[in-house]
């Protein structure tokens, strides 16, 4: 008797124990795709299938058959959404927005932020619109950023579908482009960073051309790692650090003795202001997560409207990066660093900042990375199985090896530029500007410019469409063409 009831208690324990985890492995697995909002991982949403409606999944999977709790618990409320979006936003870019009024002058500054935070809003709500029609036309699954472009092509008029698989193609090397800047950006961050703290504990500190090559061991270690739920974890602590180096840097931006405001420029020249928006659209940039987010609502109408969820957390992050960006020039005028972070002193809190900045960014970086190994790697490894069926072996051999060749890649192209006042712009300008602006603005004519209608609401749609197409366009060639002359001389 006292066996069994030992027994029972040891099986009820194992029981809780095993729940308790599988709780815990859905909470890290939720909490892996909220975190990679922060950096793009938004086009490789078929990796997880989420589903958009579990009610109507209720009903598919029929009367016997009920959706499980973890099924329930993929759908995250609109004030969750919100946070996401924000947490989304305010990432690394923020601490180059005062770089940007350095660039521009602060009456430009505060114009291009104002305008391209509308604008980017405008065209989020647009890519959820998009979305929304073509899953309803063609009763499909929710779509990501790279199908839309693919349905949105097919739905226009029929010498234009031929070019599907082009748009698609276009969106989803975009999207790794700005992955790839964005970690480019983060690996000279990281240099940046730790270049600032050797000199603090140091007196022989090697320089910043002899770091890159030095660090590039620690990130190759890092990708190696492929526990997502440890990473999760790290993401979780890195975001609560963020808030906390955002708070002693807007402080230390309130508390510090300002110049005068007739000191500064409030207008440079149209170079600094390609420049500025290239700087602002990088820490701006969030379209790639409108999708998949939406499609994890519960109540995915609350996205849109003046008060929607896209609206209200643009708007916020725009007075955040407003905030940071004005009276981080006033603070520090033309001195400003292409990171606001660098032009804090080299006192303890100053290097507590620093640190924590430098292990968030360092610890971010494979998601950064993962985007780009999620969208091209399944066509390799099918390259690879129909080819020659490699072993399981191999492919992880070649799986890693190409992870390492982006890390490679990524410190070839910061080396070679490896400066973020150059780095963040050209980024921001290019594929930045085409996912935040030009994409979404052509697909939302594409499927609704068949469908004319002689009214002032679809009219002034039209209109916005071709002013984001045309300004997105000219941001790109000009700032494409002054950028490489730049780097050039």
């Known amino acids: ?48 299938q989420l589903v958009s409606k579990w009610d109507e999944a209720e009903e598919a999977l029929g009367p016997q058959r009920k959706m499980s709790f973890i099924e329930r618990k993929e759908k995250i409320s609109s004030k969750f959404a919100l946070i996401n979006l924000m947490k989304g936003m305010l990432g690394a870019g923020c601490f180059s927005v005062p770089l940007a009024f350095k660039q521009s002058g602060y009456v430009s500054g505060l114009v291009i932020i104002v305008v391209l935070g509308f604008l980017c809003a405008l065209c989020m709500i647009k890519l959820v619109k998009c979305a929304g029609y073509l899953s309803k036309v063609n009763q499909s699954a929710p779509l990501d950023y790279g199908n839309m472009a693919y349905k949105a092509t097919q739905a226009s008029y029929t010498p234009i579908r031929k070019l ?64 997502m739920r440890a990473l999760s974890l790290v993401s979780l602590g890195g975001n609560f650090l963020m808030l906390i180096a955002l708070a002693v840097i807007m402080f230390q931006l309130l508390t510090t003795e300002h110049k005068k405001l007739a000191d500064l420029p409030p207008v440079t020249d149209l170079m600094g202001i390609v420049s500025a928006a290239g700087t602002i659209l990088y820490a701006l940039e969030g379209q790639a997560m409108v999708l998949p987010l939406e499609n ?4 995915p109408e609350d996205m849109k409207g003046p008060f929607g969820v896209l609206s209200v957390g643009v708007g916020m992050v725009v007075v955040i990066y407003s905030f940071a960006g004005f009276f981080g020039f006033l603070t520090y005028g ?26 968030v960014v360092y610890s971010g970086f494979l998601i950064q990375v993962f985007p780009i190994v999620a969208m091209i ?13 490699v072993s399981t072996t191999t492919k992880r051999i070649v799986h890693f090896a190409f992870r390492y060749s982006i890390v490679i890649v990524v410190f070839l192209l910061s080396y070679a530029i490896p400066r973020l006042s150059d780095m963040v712009p050209l980024v921001g300008v290019t594929a930045g500007m085409l996912l935040a602006l030009v994409f979404p603005s052509l697909f939302h004519l594409l499927i609704f410019l068949p469908q004319f ?36 001389h």
């Open 453 to 488: 209608e002689c009214r002032i609401g679809f009219l002034f749609d039209i209109f916005l469409d071709f002013v984001c197409i045309i300004l997105g366009m000219f941001f790109v060639i000009y700032g494409s063409i002054t950028h490489v002359q730049h780097l050039m």
């Open 164 to 227: 599907a698989p082009v748009s698609r193609a276009l969106v989803n090397s975009s999207l790794c482009i700005l992955q790839l800047g964005i970690c480019c950006c983060f690996y000279i961050f990281v240099v940046y960073h730790l270049h600032e703290l050797l000199e603090f504990v140091m007196n022989d500190v090697p320089s910043r051309a002899t770091l890159f090559p030095m660090v590039l061991p620690a990130f190759i270690l890092l990708v190696s790692l492929s526990s």
């Open 1 to 48: 008797m006292e066996h069994h009831r030992r027994k029972s208690i040891s099986e009820g324990l194992q029981h809780g124990v095993r729940r308790i985890s599988e709780g815990f492995l859905h909470m890290t697995n939720a909490d892996r795709m909220l975190d990679l909002h922060d950096i793009g991982m938004h086009n490789v949403q078929s990796e997880y």
């Open 296 to 299: 994890r609502m519960k109540k």
């Open 334 to 359: 033309n001195d400003v660093q292409d990171s606001i972070t660098l032009n804090l002193p080299n006192d303890h809190l100053g290097i507590f900042v620093k640190a924590v900045l430098l292990f």
């Open 377 to 389: 790697w399944p066509a390799i490894k099918k390259k690879l199985r129909t080819t020659c069926g």
